[in-house]
């Protein structure tokens, strides 16, 4: 069992969903936007690095379980 899988997945939606935001903002450039970016989307790259080391550590801790359990 692996989070590899999961860590990859995630790094891959953040990015697609900042894709997604960019081509977006071309066009929604009012005050709703910027409340919308800096309530929901400035922190992401600190909360993606956070799950990104957690899901390393958790991935750590999964293999020496099961090398524990063989």
């Known amino acids: 069992m692996s989070t590899s899988g999961s860590r990859g997945l995630l790094a ?3 990015r697609q969903l900042m894709s997604c935001w960019e081509e977006t903002r071309n066009s929604w ?3 709703k936007a910027a409340e919308f970016e800096s309530l929901y989307l400035a922190e992401l790259g600190h ?4 799950a990104m080391k957690i899901l390393e550590e958790l991935d750590q801790l999964l293999i020496k379980i099961h090398a524990d359990c063989d």
Do not use: W
């Open 12 to 14: 891959m939606s953040t």
């Open 29 to 31: 450039r009012d005050q």
């Open 47 to 50: 909360s993606l690095s956070s």
